[in-house]
């Protein structure tokens, strides 16, 4: 896997959170209609994972029982660029379902919204939402998409009573986690555990600092698309900077070679390893699959900046249903009631009961069951706070393909953090020169 968006698909397959999918399953296209009856028959597009299917048979059982007089037809789609190439065909040839379910972010952005969405700005459901999610399926002229699914952080999981064991509380800062490792590493614990034979998982340390990144430079974002804020210069830099300070250090398994994230999640849950910097969803996951016990044990914090005041949890947006423009009239408001059951108390039942929470609800009108992994709460405090913001790839369409390779390298001591920072910013700009974006 590569580039800011390889770990989001990746552990969307592995986390049943019903939005990843590889083959085509199905056929889509627009086919709502009136029937002889009254009945208004509209389409919904998801993707054709198992879990993805399961929640969406579920999501339209329920909604036509509360609305008798709609009849919902699932159809399906593949995931990656095969599933984005569909959804930008049938937008722009007018085939679209009547709702459809997408990414948020900078790929939803190169959906054109303004042209070919509908805008929901005034449905009542939309006041409710969190402002960072608004922020991702927004643009100057309107919001487009309600969530379906829940967010995922992107962190330090860590163990509970390893940290309990030991005397120590979450690190607020780099040096604070540096200095906890080295007291868990003196009491024979993996201080970090990292996992290169799943190569995607070695960005976790560059990714999950955005957050961290954006709060000491709110436009960063914009200048990186227009080339003017590189991952070589501070305050970017520091994720590579930490990448190597931890090597350095023997902070990390011995195996980190040829470990995957399985490996590294049962390390976790059974203290071999006391951190992991890995995106929530996928380690809980892994947890609840291998130590069903242990997930009450792992918590997760974000990872820290130099300076406390300016950590902030790095947050992955769930994904959105939206109604093209091409869907009108009886149809439209169909399409607005299904939307809007997604995410009603009786929508929301629907979803606990098909996927396990990664992470919070981003709409007050759904709340994660009460039996959900402690870790969510503890990534709720960072919502709750203020003091989370999106993953750079809901702000950006730049990626680069090789950053896995390169923070490997960096993170096994091949390269240095400057190196390999300057090695990505080269990396990006083929393919910010392929998307014509100025600047490059």
Known sequence: MSSFISPRRTVLAVAATAIAA????GCSGSS???????????????????????????LIAAFQKANPDVTVTLNTRPGGTEGDNLVKTQLSTGEMDDVFFYNTGSLFQALNPDQTLANLADESWASEVTDNFKTVVSTDNGTYGAPLGTSMAGGIAYNTKVFADLGLSVPTD???????????????????????????????????????????????AE???????????????????HLQEAFDKGLFNADFASATAADGSAALATGKAAMYPMLSSAVL????????????????????ADKAANTTLTVWEPSAVYIPKTTE????????????FVNSPDGCDVQNKNFVAGGPYTISSCSVPADAAPLVAEIQKYVDAGKSAPALEFLSPVKGPNLENIAISVGSGISSAQDGA????EDVKKQAQQLGLAGW
């Open 22 to 25: 590889t083959t085509l399953a």
């Open 32 to 58: 709502g209609s009136t029937t002889a009856d009254g009945k208004v028959e509209i389409s919904f597009l998801t993707t054709n994972g198992d879990d993805a299917i399961a929640t969406g048979n579920a």
């Open 174 to 220: 780099w040096s604070s986690l540096v200095a906890d490792a080295e007291k868990i590493k003196a009491a024979g614990i993996t201080p970090i555990e990292q996992t290169y034979g799943d190569t995607w998982t070695s960005q976790l340390f560059l990714l999950a600092d955005f957050g961290n990144v954006l709060t000491q430079d709110k436009n960063w």
């Open 223 to 241: 200048d990186f698309t227009a080339n003017k804020a590189k991952f070589a210069q501070e305050p970017a830099l520091a994720g590579f900077t």
């Open 285 to 304: 996951s892994n947890i609840t699959q291998s130590n069903p016990d242990a997930v009450k044990d792992i918590g997760f914090f974000a990872l820290p």
């Open 329 to 340: 009239g009886a149809k439209l408001e169909a399409a607005k009631k299904f939307v809007a």
């Open 422 to 425: 300057a090695a990505y910013d």
